[in-house]
């Protein structure tokens, strides 16, 4: 018959997709998502994407420290999750990439058939403008879309 539909009256999120940068908003975010994921018993995918080449990478070295950079802040996400899922159990997958924040999110998120997707609120003010990470996935309207402060 092929896939089953969409059901409404479920108790909950069965996944979660959630975006992390090691920023403050992100990192409540997952602390949210965690614990939402731990009370519905949902599987929990926590996205981490270093962003592409920006100006900063035009010079030498540029490149290759924005990697590095982006690699630290990954390891370090793993250690906090492996001593999180020590403290609660929640079925979580950590997936690192490189790329648009809200492009990966999205792919991830369509991929997983998420049921939720939760992001930290951005503090950039020209986000204001031209968009930032969470009102692109709200706008694109294909999965509730909680933005954490």
Do not use: N
């Not at 270093?50 to 420290?65: K, N, V, W």
């Amino acid at each position: 018959m092929g896939e089953a539909p969409f059901e409404l009256g479920t108790d909950g999120p069965r996944v979660i997709v959630t975006g992390v940068d090691g920023s403050e908003t992100s990192l409540r975010a997952a602390a949210y998502a965690w614990g939402l994921a731990r009370r519905s018993d949902a599987q929990l995918v926590l996205v981490h994407v270093s962003p592409l080449a920006t100006l900063s990478t035009l010079t030498p070295g540029g490149a290759a420290a924005m990697h590095e950079a982006g690699e630290q802040v990954a390891a370090e996400l793993r250690e906090e999750l492996e001593r999180a899922a020590q403290r609660a159990a929640v079925r979580y997958e950590f997936v690192t990439e490189h790329g648009d924040p809200y492009q990966v999110l999205a792919r991830v998120a369509d991929e997983r058939k998420a049921d939720a997707v939760v992001v930290g609120a951005s503090a950039q003010a020209g986000h204001r403008l031209v968009g930032s990470v969470a009102v692109r996935l709200v706008r694109t309207g294909r999965w509730p879309v909680t933005v954490v402060p």
